[in-house]
Structures are given as C-alpha cells and as structure tokens.
C-alpha cells in the first residue's frame, strides 16, 4: 500500500473496542459469504460452583477471552490482505473524499455511504444513497441486552458508540438499486467498513467501484457538498468524550475556532463537577438521615 502512495492499512487493525462497529467487522471480516450475525461457537464460558473453583473459573474465562483476540486478530490481518490486493490490482480504485466530489458533480457518480444510522443522520453528502452495512441493533433479547451491556461497560459510555449489527440484506438492498455495472463510490466514516463493504460488492459482481481513503472523517469543509447539523469530521463522535469536547477531532475544531468554542465545553466540564458534587452532598445527607432515624 505505501509502494502505491497510499498509507498502510495497518492502522485500521484496531479493529474490536476502539471504534464503532469493529467488533462485528471482524466478526463480518472472517468470510466475506455470509453476513448472518452469530456469535463464535467456540466461545463457550461454562459455569463452576463453589468456592473452591471460583480462581480456575476467572481464569479459564480469561484464556477463552484472550483466544477470542487471537482469531479476531487473525480475521483482520487476513482481511488486511484481502483488501490491499483489491487495491493492488485495481480492482477497488482510491479516491481522496475531494475527488470523491469532484466524481460526483462531473461524471455523475453515486455516493453509497454504508455508515450507520447514528453517524448518517448527523452529516450526509447530498444526493448520496444511504445503504448501511451495519446498523444499531435495536433487538431485546437475552444475548443482544448482554452484548449492549458489555459495549456500554468497555468503553460505549465515553466514546458513544452504540453496539450494532451486521444488515445481513445489505447486499441485496445494493443491487434492488443498483446495476451491477453502476459506479459506485463506497464510504464510511473512517474508512474500514467501507473496504469491507467494497469486498463483498466485488465479491457480488460489481466491478465499477472506488474507495473513499480516509472515510468522510477525511473530507475538509467543501470537499463533498453536505447535509446535515454538523461537519463530517464530527459525526462520528459521541457520548461523555463528546459532550466534554475531548475527542481529537473537537481538539482540531478548537485549535481553528478559538476561545470561544473552548469555552462551551469548559462550562460544560464545570457543570458536571458542581452535578456530581450536589449528588454526593445529597448522598450524604440522605445516609445521615437514615442514620438518625435508625439511631430512633
């Protein structure tokens, strides 16, 4: 990849809890066939009772988790390869989101964004067609509330990043729209799940297709014509890190914007601090008061 001018893919192998939907990429990642979500079978944590047994079981859960990473790994350095092929031969062609809009504008090319609906619906390109390869999995059964309780408890609090899954129709929505000699310009927000996307398309027949490198995060104000409350480096931020203005991306914004959008996020962090010193002062009043009428 860098012999062709373009930055290794290595930095997308992050792939699990750092970024949004990579824990079902990899997942996706270990056959480019089947886009039915399941959970590996292997991953079996069987119950032990007693006491005796309570340090073997910690750590027999530890080392089925740790295997879990492995093959993750190895899904991922094997979709590494997969996809840097497709870009070595051409089979897949790069574009910068600026030529992305220029395609756009004068050879009538079309845009399929494959984010989910959480980023999509903060900033969009005008006139591009929304099909997401993974989206919020708004399911309530057993395995679905423990996967969303897990995401929330590794990190899904401070990074905003719902848990989602695979849309096991997304090929079949692609071509209900599409030809398979459309050209099609693939992106997402950083850049990761629209290669996975571009696989499968390949895969499925579709020869005509480009990769926005860098995801839409990549694209400077009036690169892609926008739609949408905020910039497209922006929409793929969320929760607490968000809300604080701690993310990379809102540090960038306020080297540009000055004071005066540090200042926002400033009281913000202030505010919290004052709620959760109310909280405790509440706390404690509440525990003294129970205190004094037990003591009764």
């Not at 399929?112 to 999995?137: G, M, Q």
């Not at 990074?159 to 030809?179: A, H, I, N, R």
């Amino acid at each position: 990849m860098e012999a062709l001018g373009h930055p290794s893919l290595n930095s997308l192998s992050s792939c699990g809890r750092r970024y949004q939907g990579q824990q079902h990429c990899t997942r996706l990642l270990g056959t480019t066939r089947c886009l039915n979500y399941s959970e590996p079978s292997s991953v079996k944590c069987r119950p032990f009772y007693g006491t005796r047994h309570r340090g073997l079981n910690s750590i027999r859960v530890q080392a089925v988790e740790e295997d879990y990473e492995v093959r993750q790994m190895k899904d991922m350095a094997a979709a590494r390869k997969r996809w840097e092929a497709l870009v070595r031969e051409e089979k897949v062609k790069v574009l910068t989101p600026r030529e992305a809009g220029y395609a756009m504008q004068l050879s009538n090319k079309t845009l399929l964004d494959v984010r989910p609906s959480t980023e999509h619906k903060k900033a969009w390109v005008k006139a591009s067609t929304w099909i997401p390869i993974f989206d919020v999995d708004s399911r309530f059964d057993a395995g679905t509330l423990s996967r969303k309780v897990t995401n929330f408890m590794m990190g899904g609090w401070w990074s905003g990043v719902p848990t989602l899954s695979v849309d096991g129709q997304f090929l079949s929505k692609v071509e209900e729209k599409f030809t398979k000699d459309t050209d099609l310009i693939v992106g997402c927000q950083k850049g990761l799940r629209s290669l996975a996307a571009c696989e499968l398309l390949h895969n499925a027949g579709y020869r005509n297709l480009f990769w926005i490198q860098g995801g839409l995060e990549a694209a400077d104000e009036g690169d892609l014509e926008r739609e949408g409350p905020v910039p497209f480096k922006l929409a793929g931020i969320g929760g607490v890190s968000e809300f604080l203005g701690w993310t990379d991306q809102q540090r960038v914004a306020a080297a540009k914007e000055g004071w005066g959008y540090r200042l926002v996020f400033s009281a913000r962090l202030v505010g919290v601090f004052l709620v959760a010193d109310a909280l405790l002062f509440g706390a404690q009043q509440a525990a003294r008061y129970l205190q004094e009428i037990r003591s009764h």
